[in-house]
T-cell receptor, first 114, second 111 residues
C-alpha cells in the first residue's frame, strides 16, 4: 500500500479554471503538508495541518485553499489558475514531535496551466 | 534557520562510498541536520537526521563535526539507484518549524 498517495498524477488545464488535488496518508500521522516545486527545482512549503488545524500558511495566494476533512486527508483546491501555478505539487505527512521532521512524500502532481 | 551550502554536483563509481558534504556554519545549538534525497520524477525521501552525534541507519551514515559547522552523508556502497539530488537541511526544533530546502547536490552514480 502506498503510504502517501495523491491524485491526479498529471493535471493539464486552462488559465482561469478551478482544480483540486487530493492527498491521503495511511500512516496514522498527525501532520500533513503541501509543497510546491517550481521549474528551478526549489521545494517550498505552502501549508501544514496538524490534526485538521492549519499550522503553517506560507503567504500563499488565497486562490489556494487547503481542506482537511480528517487527519488522513489534505486536499488542495486552486481557484482561477494562472500560468505561474504550473509546478509539481507534493503532499507529505509526518508524525511530528519535538525535533522530528521525518516527512513521507507522495509522488507528486504535475500541474500544467496553459 | 541556518543556511546550508552543498556542491552542485558530484560523481561516484558504483560500489564505492559516496561522501556528500554540507556546510552549515551558522547552525545553532537546537538545530538538527536532516538529509533527504529526490530521485528523478519522485517525491523526496527521508534519509537520516542528527543533532550532535554521528548517526547510522540502513540507508546511510551521518557524520557531524564536533563544532557542528559541517556534516557528511555517507552512502557506503553506492548503486545506480542512488543517483538523485541530495538535500542537506538544518531545522530549528522550536514551534512552527519547517524545512527550508536548497538546491542540493546532484549525485550521479556511474557504472
Amino acid at each position: 500500500d502506498t503510504a502517501v498517495s495523491q491524485t491526479p498524477k498529471y493535471l493539464v488545464t486552462q488559465m482561469g479554471n478551478d482544480k483540486s488535488i487530493k492527498c491521503e496518508q495511511n500512516l496514522g500521522h498527525d501532520t500533513m503538508y503541501w509543497y510546491k516545486q517550481d521549474s528551478k527545482k526549489f521545494l517550498k512549503i505552502m501549508f501544514s495541518y496538524n490534526n485538521k488545524e492549519l499550522i503553517i500558511n506560507e503567504t500563499v495566494p488565497n486562490r489556494f485553499s487547503p481542506k482537511s476533512p480528517d487527519k488522513a486527508h489534505l486536499n488542495l483546491h486552486i481557484n482561477s489558475l494562472e500560468l505561474g501555478d504550473s509546478a509539481v505539487y507534493f503532499c507529505a505527512s509526518s508524525q511530528g514531535g519535538q525535533g522530528s521532521e521525518k516527512l513521507f512524500f507522495g509522488s507528486g502532481t504535475q500541474l500544467s496551466v496553459l | 534557520d541556518a543556511k546550508t551550502t552543498q556542491p552542485t554536483s558530484m560523481d561516484c563509481a558504483e560500489g564505492r562510498a559516496a561522501n556528500l558534504p554540507c556546510n552549515h556554519s551558522t547552525i545553532s545549538g537546537n538545530e538538527y541536520v536532516y538529509w533527504y534525497r529526490q530521485i528523478h520524477s519522485q517525491g523526496p525521501q527521508y534519509i537520516i537526521h542528527g543533532l550532535k552525534n554521528n548517526e547510522t541507519n540502513e540507508m546511510a551514515s551521518l557524520i557531524i563535526t564536533e563544532d557542528r559547522k559541517s556534516s557528511t552523508l555517507i552512502l557506503p556502497h553506492a548503486t545506480l539507484r542512488d543517483t538523485a539530488v541530495y538535500y542537506c537541511i538544518v531545522l530549528n526544533a522550536g514551534n512552527n518549524r519547517k524545512l527550508i530546502w536548497g538546491l542540493g547536490t546532484s549525485l550521479a552514480v556511474n557504472p
